[in-house]
């Protein structure tokens, strides 16, 4: 059997870029997080956005270098991705991801995530999950942890991670990681031309374009 075979997985895993869009009301199919964090899912591979993340990855990789030494420059103590990375494990799932990167200076951390494209809500749940995950892995309990996100020419702060927030970032992990309870998929052309779980009977395919109009 091999390890991306749609089998169940043993316990359920979760990377926080499933679940961002959820929080932010960005996507409606719970179906697509559910199956990526219950089962060693076989990906569904689009070789035409293949240029796309090419040329995201060198934007997204300038971007983290340039805050890296801005901050380094400026006294912080930087973890940059595996550094900082976190495999926080629970009775329902394990939540793992990797920040772009974990400051610490003069007492206080800062977490910032980089983002290439324009500023979307779920950025922001992206780095309030970190935030959230951070204190309870390996970040110093009781010291100060703020989040940003970086965007090519700004720095965007994260609100405070609240009780709302903790209820929305748990409600979800436990959502999408209840194997006997799959949400129902929610098909669309939007959404599922960008779902890469290849074993999903519900998917809507985008209609090939037409040659021409009967307009004129």
């Not at 997985?9 to 964090?37: H, V």
């Not at 270098?65 to 940059?80: E, L, Y």
């Not at 394990?94 to 400051?103: E, I, N, R």
């Amino acid at each position: 059997m091999s390890a991306k075979d749609n089998s169940l997985r043993n316990q359920p895993y979760i990377w926080p870029t499933w679940l961002t869009k959820l929080l932010a009301a960005e996507e409606s199919c719970w179906y697509k997080s559910w199956f990526k964090a219950t089962r060693n899912y076989v990906k569904r591979e689009d070789p035409s956005r293949a240029d796309f993340f090419a040329e995201w990855t060198v934007k997204h990789d300038a971007i983290t270098k340039a805050r890296v030494d801005r901050m380094r420059d400026d006294g912080w103590a930087v973890k940059v991705e595996d550094e900082g990375e976190f495999n926080l494990k629970g009775k329902a799932a394990t939540v793992a991801g990797k920040p772009d990167l974990v400051g610490i200076r003069d007492g206080r951390g800062l977490v910032v995530d980089a983002k290439a494209g324009k500023q979307r809500e779920s950025d922001h749940w992206q780095v309030l999950i970190y935030k959230f995950a951070l204190p309870l892995s390996w970040f110093p309990k009781g010291m100060r942890l703020d989040g940003e996100v970086q965007y090519k020419n700004e720095a965007v702060a994260v609100r405070k991670l609240g009780d709302a927030e903790v209820e929305a970032i748990t409600d979800a992990i436990k959502r999408v990681s209840a194997i006997e309870t799959p949400p129902d998929p929610v098909p669309s052309t939007f959404e599922c031309g960008r779902c890469d779980v290849d074993a999903c009977k519900s998917r809507v395919e985008r209609p090939a374009p037409t040659d021409a109009t009967r307009f004129f």
